[in-house]
């Protein structure tokens, strides 16, 4: 019985050791990493100067959602990809090639963790260094945003949510290097259907009902749209707790995933270490 909160005290000791490594490596190099931060915010804001000129065109709204209100739907979503960002499955063939693998099949922990704390760790830095871009897109956009409470709270606890699922994700993708030379295309189809229906490119609300059905019952509406809705959308207190649920049940099947995917494609695995 002792095992089990030895075995969680552990990890909860890793995390915050892995993040707390991360905080202080991020801050030595800061003009690097503002700059990654603001390279990272470049893509939401060009989607929120097309829509507002859209909005603009039309009365001041689109579909019904006012300049305002699509001007916080894109700055919240500026915070959202900053904590969505994850390591890459294109980056596997690089640990593959240059025997990084080999290395990390030598430490006590499952190699899933220690992206997931190496990434989490980064976080901190970059949300300190993406406060006065926010600020100044504000100042430039006038957002519409008047949240409840429980909105924040659920915002908070959806994007990070959002982070394991997209970490989980990615950590499964990263497997199929080991299982076939043509792995790219796979991640280039997985990007394009997140890019399509996670309400990056375009506002769910904007998308046909069809595409919106579809969006439902993958991933990735769970990674981008809820977390951005649950602080700007008005969703009712059910709707911010189902949500919530969709994204333990991502979670859950993204460990089943990491698990099996894991075991299964170390088998595959010959490259030796340095």
Not at 55 to 80: C, E, M, P, R
Not at 182 to 200: K, N, P, Y
Not at 236 to 254: K, S
């Amino acid at each position: 019985m002792s095992s089990q909160p030895s075995a969680l005290r552990s990890y909860v000791d890793f995390y915050a050791t892995g993040m707390r490594t991360q905080i202080a490596t991020q801050f030595q190099y800061r003009a690097a990493t503002y700059m990654y931060t603001l390279g990272m915010v470049t893509e939401p804001v060009i989607y929120l100067v097309v829509w507002r000129t859209i909005a603009n065109q039309h009365g001041g709204t689109v579909d019904g959602t006012g300049a305002g209100q699509i001007a916080a739907y894109y700055i919240v979503w500026t915070l959202v990809r900053t904590f969505n960002i994850v390591f890459t499955p294109f980056g596997w063939e690089e640990r593959i090639r240059e025997g990084q693998l080999s290395s990390q099949l030598l430490r006590p922990l499952h190699p899933v963790h220690y992206d997931m704390a190496t990434f989490a760790g980064h976080k901190i830095p970059w949300l300190v260094m993406y406060a006065p871009i926010a600020v100044a897109l504000s100042l430039v956009f006038h957002p519409t945003l008047d949240p409840r409470p429980i909105e924040v709270v659920v915002f908070i606890v959806a994007i990070w949510g959002a982070y394991v699922i997209r970490s989980l994700n990615h950590f499964v993708l990263g497997m199929l290097t080991l299982l076939t030379t043509r792995a790219t295309s796979i991640f280039q189809i997985w990007f394009l259907g997140e890019l399509l229906v996670s309400g990056r490119l375009v506002p769910l609300t904007f998308m046909p009902p069809w595409a919106q059905s579809i969006a439902a019952w993958l991933p990735f509406k769970w990674t981008f749209y809820f977390p951005i809705e649950a602080l700007v959308g008005g969703m009712p207190t059910h709707a911010l707790l189902t949500g919530l649920l969709w994204q333990c049940f991502w979670t859950g099947v993204g460990c089943v995933l990491v698990w099996a995917s894991f075991k299964v494609a170390i088998r595959h695995y010959s490259a030796v270490g340095n």
